[in-house]
């Protein structure tokens, strides 16, 4: 009788390991998804300042070189 009870105690052990177990891996897996994904977003927002930031320079220097060279016109037709 003991030699039964200890074994269905054994088996009740692992089932519930077994499942403590799974809980843990699904945890685990879900915190590097997420993790992975915050990644992925923070890469994707600098990326975009970065962007951002060179078209505005380019906007700026062909605001400049149109206007120089529209003076630079103006100036040759006056002259």
Known sequence: MRMRQSISQFEVAFEQETSL????????????????????????EQHGKVRFSVLA?????????????????LAFLMS
Do not use: D, G, H, K
């Not at 177990?21 to 945890?27: D, G, N, Y």
């Not at 320079?57 to 016109?73: D, G, K, N, P, Q």
């Open 57 to 73: 320079v380019c906007l700026t220097v062909t605001v400049v070189v149109v206007v120089v060279a529209m003076f630079e016109a």
């Open 21 to 44: 177990e799974r809980r843990r891996r699904e945890q685990l897996r879900r915190r590097a998804a997420n993790r992975s994904r915050s990644r992925r977003i923070q890469r994707e």
